[in-house]
């Protein structure tokens, strides 16, 4: 039976990984949404086809030959239909078997009894690695976190390819080019114009500056007439601002005025990757941020302590020390990150069964000091504080009895 401080509370797990689940189901709409266009499109062309083939040859306009040649384009365009279907279906498998890998993950934390069983530091070893992927593809390490997924045999629980996706397009528009970012709003506008996206007039208006940047004007003016004139009922204020160009730009000191500058500023170009990467994240259901920036917080939260400051100086975990403490809060690698964040809260304390306190006033388990010797090479007979690295004979131990 488990303690109630080791009670595994499920629900509590899953809020890290909603997007675990959400990703695949987004992607797998789009999908669906896509074939389904796609098969409307198709049916309205072949039905006008066949019905104009029809009345051709009903009235003698076509001969047989002409409608043949008529039918054999029909039929390739259907050929052309099914391939697009087989990829589309093929791409839905795959979503589909991701899916399935991934709930058979999160049904493995059910299986888990409690928080010391070995099955749960599986579990927990491998949504670490989940994590540590996420945040690699987030910052742009995408080899690298490819490499831990197939070493971690996790490359179903990732979404690689959407990151590098991503990354592809964020790339593009740092390197000023707006081609693949508005071929992707294409592909997901009717989702964008559910969000009030306003990504999509961000890029055109970018695109009109730098049609005004080079002196185009009979360009840019077209431009703003096909793409930033239906937007005039939601972005009035930034056409006009954008139309003020055509004036300036023969006014070399009307150049200078601030709202023109901003316009022609290089910073629009990494406004323009943020706002991407911002909308495509909210798009897929995907956190802002990586979410171990979430998990790490909270872990060094729970586990901090007021003994960890300031009494408790920083140690190492490594090998070649013999301060080996057992607080994570306490290690070098990490007291530097909790060192911000609030205690701990206890709500009631817990002990363990065999308490035993040492000559400096500090109690431990004393199988747990038994065990930290015996892994140090210490002589028979001897014991180590974890926490401060002092020595002390074992007759120096004396039991600890609660009241």
Not at 60 to 72: N, P, R, T
Not at 197 to 203: A, G, H, I, T
Not at 380 to 392: L, N, S, V
């Amino acid at each position: 039976m488990s303690t109630s401080s080791s009670r595994l509370d499920h629900e509590n797990h899953f809020i890290l990984d909603e997007s675990l689940l959400r990703l695949p189901y987004e992607l797998h709409r789009k999908v669906f949404k896509k074939a389904q266009n796609t098969w409307e499109r198709e049916k309205v062309a072949t039905a006008e086809t066949i019905k104009d083939l029809a009345q051709k040859a009903s009235s003698g306009e076509h001969s047989a030959e002409d409608s043949v040649k008529a039918l054999d384009a029909a039929i390739a365009k259907m050929q052309n239909y099914k391939r697009k279907v087989e990829t589309l279906h093929a791409e839905e498998k795959q979503l589909h078997g991701h899916q399935a890998k991934r709930i058979a993950h999160l049904q493995d934390l059910y299986k888990c009894p409690d928080l010391m069983d070995k099955s749960y530091e599986r579990w927990s070893r491998k949504r670490l690695d989940r994590l540590l992927v996420d945040y690699l593809a987030r910052h742009g390490h995408l080899e690298t976190a490819k490499k831990l997924a197939e070493d971690r045999g996790i490359i179903d629980l990732v979404d690689l390819e959407m990151f590098m996706s991503c990354a592809r397009i964020e790339e593009s528009l740092k390197n000023k080019s707006t081609a693949e970012c508005l071929v992707w709003c294409a592909e997901n506008k009717m989702a964008l114009r559910k969000q009030k996206s306003e990504l999509e007039f961000e890029l055109r208006l970018q695109d009109f500056v730098d049609l005004m940047r080079n002196q185009k004007l009979n360009e840019a003016m077209n431009y703003a007439k096909r793409f930033l004139a239906p937007h005039k009922a939601t972005h009035f204020n930034a056409i006009r601002q954008a139309a003020g160009l055509l004036a300036a730009s023969s006014r070399s000191h009307l150049m200078e005025h601030p709202q023109y500058k901003a316009l022609y500023s290089e910073d629009r170009w990494s406004y323009l990757a943020e706002t991407f990467i911002k909308t495509h994240n909210s798009l897929l259901g995907l956190p802002p941020g990586p979410s171990i920036f979430v998990a790490l917080p909270a872990g060094l939260s729970a586990l901090k302590v007021s003994a960890c400051y300031p009494s408790c100086p920083p140690t190492t975990s490594g090998p070649a020390t013999s301060n080996t403490s057992l607080c994570p809060i306490c290690a070098t690698e990490l007291k530097p990150l909790a060192k911000d964040l609030p205690y701990a809260h206890y709500a009631r304390s817990s002990m363990d069964l065999d308490p035993v306190v040492l000559p400096n006033n500090r109690i431990y388990s004393e199988e747990r000091l038994h065990s930290l010797a015996k892994k140090l090479g210490l002589p028979q007979g001897m014991i180590r504080d974890p926490t401060t690295g002092e020595d002390f004979e074992q007759t120096q131990v004396k039991k600890v009895f609660i009241m």
